[in-house]
């Protein structure tokens, strides 16, 4: 799989993915996982290692524009640096785990 081209096919208009830089390219889950929220909180505690190593990073989450703010607000993530995406169909391209699937709704994840 060429996962460059997967990129390119879902996010034809990101620049960070035609630049010739090295990139951290990390996909969550939802925005509102608890998971989600701690390992970003790491990454932006380094974020100025990853500058001062040219290296350009993107967070691609399921969820809307307004999720996305709001999460990017509570991580101090530069929302530039952001992609939200509606649904798992990247994630299901690219063939990873899809995680639980439940009839119930994906708020009761959060309790989980």
Do not use: T
């Not at 799989?1 to 630049?19: G, R, T």
């Not at 939200?84 to 391209?93: C, F, G, P, T």
Request: hydrophobic content about 45%; aromatic content about 12%.
């Amino acid at each position: 799989m060429d996962i460059k081209k997967v990129f390119l096919e879902f996010f034809p208009n990101e620049s960070i993915f035609l630049s010739k830089k090295k990139r951290l390219v990390i996909l969550l889950g939802s925005f509102a996982d608890f998971d989600s929220f701690e390992y970003c909180q790491q990454l932006s505690a380094q974020s100025k290692k990853f500058s001062k190593y040219s290296l350009e990073w993107i967070l691609i989450g399921i969820g809307s524009e307004k999720s996305k703010e709001i999460f990017c607000r509570f991580n101090k993530i530069n929302i530039k640096n952001v992609i939200a995406v509606k649904n798992a169909d990247l994630h299901e391209k690219l063939n990873l785990n899809p995680g639980l699937k439940s009839p119930l709704p994906s708020i009761i994840n959060l309790l989980i």
